[in-house]
């Protein structure tokens, strides 16, 4: 497995910064996000993009992720909303394909006050039905990732709607310190084994009713169980990164690269 970092925690930095720091620390991937302004939007142009693999190639790191933080659409509504956020993510995987990225990172959106859960749950199916087609063309995946927006809060429902999808390239983003707060995030590692197509490193104290934040990782009372969630992974064949979603303020980047190589070492 290959010990990466995520853009996410570094949002500020210029592309050329990010990817500096990231060699510099010791990491050998990276995730990146596409965003509505900057240097890497939709409307990033063939050179832009080149430019952006060169830079990378010239550190050694490796483009394995992006993330759709572009998105404004909810997949789970129906009418237009829906049809921004399809047409946002397909998109969104036309630049990931461009970039080397064979995954790419998405949160759905959200049910609301109008919005009920099983409505929520159909259109979020029949969108990504339509958005693997074009999945499946560029040989990129779209990963769904648990965070909390009161859907699909068990592993047994995310596995069956990732089934209801019915394509190999809608995926499953595994994030333990999103699911720490509720549950024994190794279950779903066994539960969604199959499915993982990328994975963030990240720990959990707290819990969802005391004040509790992500900490460190191997630092203090964090609730992730990491020798078990490797022991999982292994079991279900997953080699590909640990990907750090650790602020520097909370460790530096230095610290967590080398604790996820003490993780990955489990």
């Given at each position: 497995m290959k010990v990466g970092i995520s853009q996410l925690i570094l949002?500020?930095?210029?592309?050329?910064a990010?990817?500096?720091?990231?060699a510099a620390a010791g990491y050998e991937c990276v995730?990146?996000?596409l965003k509505r302004a900057g240097e890497l939007t939709p409307e990033t142009d063939a050179a832009g993009l080149a430019r952006i693999v060169a830079l990378a190639r010239a550190r050694r790191l490796d483009i394995v992720s992006m993330t759709h933080s572009h998105c404004t659409g909810n997949l789970?509504?129906?009418?237009e909303a829906a049809r921004r956020s399809i047409e946002e993510t397909i998109a969104g995987l036309r630049v990931a394909a461009a970039l080397g990225a064979r995954c790419?990172?998405?949160?759905?959106?959200?049910p609301?006050?109008?919005?009920?859960?099983?409505d929520a749950y159909r259109n979020g199916v029949a969108a990504l039905r339509e958005i693997a087609r074009t999945a499946a063309e560029l040989d990129v995946a779209v990963a769904v990732e648990f965070v909390w927006n009161g859907f699909l809060f068990s592993p047994l429902e995310m596995d069956?709607?990732?089934?209801?999808?019915?394509?190999r390239h809608i995926a499953f983003y595994f994030d333990p310190g999103n699911m720490a707060v509720f549950h024994y995030p190794h279950h779903w590692a066994r539960i969604l084994g199959k499915r993982i197509r990328m994975m963030h490193a990240k720990d959990w104290t707290g819990s969802a009713l005391k004040e509790g934040g992500w900490p460190a990782l191997l630092k203090g009372s964090g609730r992730v169980d990491w020798p078990a969630i490797l022991r999982e992974l292994r079991a279900a064949g997953y080699d590909d990164a640990l990907i750090s979603e650790v602020p520097p303020a909370v460790a530096p980047i230095e610290e967590t690269a080398r604790s996820i190589r003490k993780i990955l070492a489990m």
């Amino acid at each position: 497995m290959k010990v990466g970092i995520s853009q996410l925690i570094l949002p500020n930095l210029p592309m050329e910064a990010f990817l500096d720091q990231a060699a510099a620390a010791g990491y050998e991937c990276v995730e990146l996000c596409l965003k509505r302004a900057g240097e890497l939007t939709p409307e990033t142009d063939a050179a832009g993009l080149a430019r952006i693999v060169a830079l990378a190639r010239a550190r050694r790191l490796d483009i394995v992720s992006m993330t759709h933080s572009h998105c404004t659409g909810n997949l789970l509504e129906s009418g237009e909303a829906a049809r921004r956020s399809i047409e946002e993510t397909i998109a969104g995987l036309r630049v990931a394909a461009a970039l080397g990225a064979r995954c790419t990172l998405h949160t759905l959106g959200r049910p609301g006050p109008d919005l009920y859960y099983d409505d929520a749950y159909r259109n979020g199916v029949a969108a990504l039905r339509e958005i693997a087609r074009t999945a499946a063309e560029l040989d990129v995946a779209v990963a769904v990732e648990f965070v909390w927006n009161g859907f699909l809060f068990s592993p047994l429902e995310m596995d069956r709607f990732l089934g209801e999808c019915g394509s190999r390239h809608i995926a499953f983003y595994f994030d333990p310190g999103n699911m720490a707060v509720f549950h024994y995030p190794h279950h779903w590692a066994r539960i969604l084994g199959k499915r993982i197509r990328m994975m963030h490193a990240k720990d959990w104290t707290g819990s969802a009713l005391k004040e509790g934040g992500w900490p460190a990782l191997l630092k203090g009372s964090g609730r992730v169980d990491w020798p078990a969630i490797l022991r999982e992974l292994r079991a279900a064949g997953y080699d590909d990164a640990l990907i750090s979603e650790v602020p520097p303020a909370v460790a530096p980047i230095e610290e967590t690269a080398r604790s996820i190589r003490k993780i990955l070492a489990m």
